[in-house]
């Protein structure tokens, strides 16, 4: 999956990563590269077999810090501070995570650093197994995990796969990339929580014959960046989505649709049980009103492709809103507020997002959006150009603002 950074939340925050002995070792340092890419501090615990696998230097190199493998160090600066790392973690995160470590620690053991140290971390802890198929799923490590998701670790699912020892099945290190969006989110304030969100994301795609159909160039990063934003802060997100070429965010409950009818359909199924829509699609304005069953052949110079116009699925969410929080976007190449406000009167929103398409760092396709946000009061807020993720939070930020200031 991609990186999405989400208002910088990982920037001079200290991360614990616990290495233990497997193949997939060589991985956190991958993780290691990601933390510190994005500013945090970072200080390792590889246990014992973990440095038959990866080297030490490897870990004390790339984190800038001496790493801790033993109670007994000769350093005393790691020896004497173990328990300050457990006081000072803003999270920890296993990486892999053995069946050895999984057993101490869902029984109490302390007998190595990182079984020692992990008895008094009190921060968030994302745990990754990855072992051998059979070994996870033995009752006895199945029974362990669950010990281990009752006192509050997050257990992230292995990949399934063929593995090193030869074996297929579960036990593969889950991506670096997904175990760093499991930080992230560990890291955000949970200020959606037991709140429910419904996105849309993407284009539509209204067939002309098979091979040929009436869309736009949306990629449905500003969609995406949104889902995962709520998700990471605690909502539960159901992400409505056109054919993009995008992961799907962690833990979001994806409907994939091709058709603005299919994707109006996916959205009234789903907006009684929402507290908050935030409609990112940019869906077909029309569709034609016949498609061909076979290929159009050339033969003629011209031909007249008649249209007829799609529900207009935000009016229609706009109608029936209720006491839901109801955003949507505006993307226009001319005369921005004027048509914004208009669309926020006419489709009874909370927020509107305008920006102007066209430019290279704004609008379809693009990582980066520069966009005004105008609210139900008349009031508006230009923000200048950041990334889709960054203003995916700013959104979420005046949702959470708007629900406070309705319940006062």
């Known amino acids: 999956m991609s990186i999405i950074i989400m208002h910088d939340c990982i920037k001079n925050k200290n991360i614990v990563l616990g290495v233990c002995g497997g193949i997939a070792a060589y991985k956190s340092v991958e993780l290691l590269r990601l933390l510190k890419k994005y500013g ?43 328990i300050d790392w457990a006081r000072e973690a803003d999270a920890v995160v296993i990486a892999p995570a053995t069946a050895n ?16 140290f992990m008895l008094a971390v009190k921060s968030p802890v994302i ?20 010990t281990l998701r009752a006192d509050g670790y997050f257990i992230m699912e292995p990949g399934t796969g063929k593995l090193a020892c030869g074996t297929a099945g579960p036990g593969r290190l889950p991506e670096p990339a997904d175990i760093f969006d499991r930080i992230l989110s560990s890291l955000m304030p949970k200020d959606l929580k037991g709140k429910r969100v419904l ?22 990063k500003m969609g995406y960046s949104i889902a995962r934003a709520a998700e990471h802060r605690g909502g539960k997100v159901v992400l409505i989505t056109g054919p993009v070429n995008l992961s799907d965010p962690l833990n979001v409950n994806m409907i994939y649709v091709r058709t603005a009818k ?16 935030i409609k990112a699609a940019a869906v077909s304005d029309y569709r034609p009103v016949r498609s061909s069953k076979q290929k159009i052949k050339k033969k003629k110079d011209e031909i007249v492709l008649a249209l007829q116009k799609n529900q207009d699925i ?18 226009e190449t001319e005369n921005l507020e004027k048509n914004a406000r208009k669309k926020l009167a006419e489709k009874n929103l909370d927020i509107i997002a305008g920006n102007i398409v066209g430019s290279p760092s704004s609008g379809f396709g693009t990582d980066t959006n520069k966009v005004t946000l105008f609210y139900r009061d008349g009031s508006k807020e230009s923000l200048p150009k950041m990334e889709k993720d960054a203003l995916a939070h700013i959104l979420l930020d005046r949702i959470v603002e708007g629900m406070v200031s309705h319940l006062d």
């Open 199 to 220: 996105v849309t994301a993407g284009p539509t795609m209204e067939l002309i014959d098979p091979v040929r159909f009436i869309s736009n160039p949306s990629s449905g």
């Open 127 to 146: 745990f990754c197994p990855s072992m051998n198929a059979n070994m996870y799923e033995s009752k006895a490590v199945q029974r362990n995990l669950e």
């Open 314 to 331: 935000l009016k229609e969410l706009g109608r029936k809103k209720g006491n839901r929080i109801l955003a949507g976007f505006a993307a």
């Open 40 to 82: 945090a501090n970072v200080r390792v615990i590889m246990t014992q077999s973990a440095r038959e696998f990866v080297g030490q230097l490897t870990f004390e190199a790339l984190s800038g810090q001496p790493v801790c493998t033993s109670i007994f160090e000769e350093n005393d600066y790691v020896s004497i501070r173990h």
């Open 101 to 116: 470590i999984t057993g101490k620690l869902a029984n109490g053991i302390a007998d190595d650093m990182l079984s020692t």
């Open 262 to 277: 299919e994707m109006a359909s996916a959205v009234f199924k789903h907006m009684k049980r929402s507290d908050i829509i």
